[in-house]
């Protein structure tokens, strides 16, 4: 097995890695302070858009543009591996800068979309040109798909969509929606539900209010009266979402995963200057051997996670597409390990580490979500167990 990077990847994690430093860690002051200033249910965006526009145009100019996007469709086509790379080396600041297009649900339109539905959907998307949320969640059904209750009634030659989803991220940036709603109650998760696409100007759809939450988050709770759609708008099979989604939530695994390592990192390196450079009792922090450890610790975690999550972008580029498994584990392991490193830092950073003059403060609230979202914890430790006792191995 060779775990070098190939040297195409290393390039592009230097090229990624300055531009979060020159561009985007600038940022972090303008970003904590719009934090503060958005109140309850304040959803201006935490870059200004000035300065988003600016940051898109250099990324485009770098050539930071659909990573992993198959060039078919007008990408770079570098994989998955490629994608935790870039999505590690972003999250080593808290300036929530995106590069187009945030891939899961491109994978999800790969895998089902008609040739119309190519040029309307998937081709603007993939171009970076529209973004797009997934409507799953409702309000009495989250982690248990089966009893997601929207409903997609045959009326004619149209469908029907009515019910209500919750915490949809980005809603009020989407150009389009992938919602998923029961056609056959009897059937539900195997064969009853199917994924619809929604135009945002669909007649009965609306954007009902903002979420606010944790961190910066603000998903959006939306519902749908009567929504009328055509069997253009069908995604994929009828009652056939649940194995696609399954498959789309496993890409999206993984890039928490990588996510939570530049996470953890910036937070290390954070740790380690502040024991350089504070002194109590006559000696620096580094020197005791309770703040070592944190920084051991957190070593061995960050490591342990990128392994993790580099093996299973490795696998998904060798063709692999369930990879359900691997990228439970990875949800467990990675969004638990960048609570525990951050924790350690704010420990090491005393008074200071409490405060909005640095960004633990908000870094620390942020990754608290990503325990619930994509899955609780404990659904993926129930998954991982599942596999295992019916004889999978590792
Ligand atoms: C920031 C954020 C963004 C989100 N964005 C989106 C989005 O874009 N689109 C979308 O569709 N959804 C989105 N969600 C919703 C998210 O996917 C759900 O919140 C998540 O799946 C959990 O569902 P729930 O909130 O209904 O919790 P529930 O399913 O009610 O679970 C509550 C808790 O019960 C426990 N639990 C549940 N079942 C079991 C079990 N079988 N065994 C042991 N313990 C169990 C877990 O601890 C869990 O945390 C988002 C959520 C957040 C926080």
């Known amino acids: 097995m060779d775990f070098e990077l190939p040297e195409e990847l290393k390039l592009i994690?230097?090229?990624?890695?300055?531009?979060?430093?020159?561009?985007?860690?600038?940022?972090?002051?303008?970003?904590?302070?719009?934090?503060?200033?958005?109140?309850?249910?304040?959803?201006?965006?935490?870059?200004?858009?000035?300065?988003?526009?600016?940051?898109?145009?250099?990324?485009?100019?770098?050539?930071?543009?659909?990573?992993?996007?198959?060039?078919?469709?007008?990408?770079?086509?570098?994989?998955?591996?490629?994608?935790?790379v870039v999505?590690?080396?972003?999250?080593?600041?808290?300036?929530p800068f995106i590069l187009p297009p945030e891939t899961p649900n491109l994978h999800l339109l790969m895998a089902c979309c008609t040739p119309a539905q190519r040029e309307r959907y998937l081709l603007p998307y993939a171009r970076g040109e529209v973004h797009s949320s997934l409507c799953l969640t409702e309000p009495a059904a989250g982690s248990d798909v089966q009893s997601i209750e929207m409903?997609?009634?045959?009326?004619?030659?149209?469908?029907?969509?009515?019910?209500?989803?919750?915490?949809?991220?980005?809603?009020?940036?989407?150009?389009?929606?992938?919602?998923?709603?029961v056609n056959d109650k009897a059937?539900?998760?195997?064969?009853?539900?199917?994924?619809?696409?929604?135009?945002?100007d669909a007649p009965g759809l609306k954007l009902a209010r903002p979420i606010p939450m944790i961190g910066a988050h603000r998903p959006w709770e939306m519902v749908f009266e009567d929504v009328e759609l055509t069997d253009d708008?069908?995604?994929?099979?009828?009652?056939?979402?649940?194995?696609?989604?399954?498959?789309?939530l496993g890409v999206r695994r993984l890039e928490i995963g990588t996510r939570c390592v530049g996470q953890a990192s910036r937070a290390l390196e954070m740790m380690i200057e502040q024991a350089r450079l504070r002194v109590t009792f006559g000696q620096p922090l580094?020197?005791?051997?309770?703040?070592?450890?944190?920084?051991?610790?957190?070593a061995v975690d960050i490591h342990a996670t990128r392994l993790m999550a580099y093996q299973a972008a490795w696998r998904a580029d060798q063709g692999e597409t369930d990879l359900r498994f691997e990228s439970s584990?990875?949800?467990?392991?990675?969004?638990?390990?960048?609570?525990?490193?951050?924790?350690?830092?704010?420990?090491?950073?005393?008074?200071?580490?409490?405060?909005?003059?640095?960004?633990?403060?908000?870094?620390?609230?942020?990754?608290?979500?990503?325990?619930?979202?994509?899955?609780?914890?404990?659904?993926?430790?129930?998954?991982?167990?599942?596999h295992l006792l019916r004889g999978r191995t590792i």
């Open 13 to 84: 994690r230097d090229t990624v890695g300055r531009f979060v430093k020159e561009e985007l860690m600038p940022l972090e002051r303008t970003v904590i302070e719009r934090d503060a200033n958005r109140g309850m249910t304040g959803t201006e965006p935490l870059i200004p858009p000035a300065d988003n526009q600016r940051l898109l145009a250099k990324a485009r100019d770098l050539g930071l543009w659909g990573i992993d996007v198959p060039p078919e469709y007008g990408g770079l086509g570098l994989g998955a591996l490629a994608k935790c």
């Open 329 to 386: 584990m990875i949800k467990i392991f990675a969004t638990e390990m960048v609570g525990r490193v951050i924790d350690r830092a704010m420990q090491a950073y005393g008074g200071y580490g409490m405060t909005k003059d640095m960004p633990l403060e908000f870094l620390y609230r942020g990754v608290r979500m990503h325990r619930i979202y994509e899955g609780p914890t404990e659904i993926h430790r129930w998954q991982v167990a599942k």
């Open 233 to 248: 708008h069908v995604l994929g099979e009828v009652g056939g979402a649940f194995i696609p989604l399954q498959n789309r």
């Open 187 to 200: 059937k539900r998760a195997h064969g009853g539900l199917t994924a619809f696409l929604v135009d945002r």
């Open 87 to 95: 999505v590690e080396e972003l999250n080593r600041t808290i300036v």
């Open 286 to 298: 580094a020197e005791r051997q309770a703040v070592q450890w944190w920084i051991a610790d957190s």
């Open 151 to 181: 409903k997609a009634v045959r009326k004619g030659d149209r469908w029907v969509l009515n019910g209500t989803k919750m915490f949809i991220t980005r809603a009020d940036e989407a150009g389009f929606f992938i919602v998923i709603a």
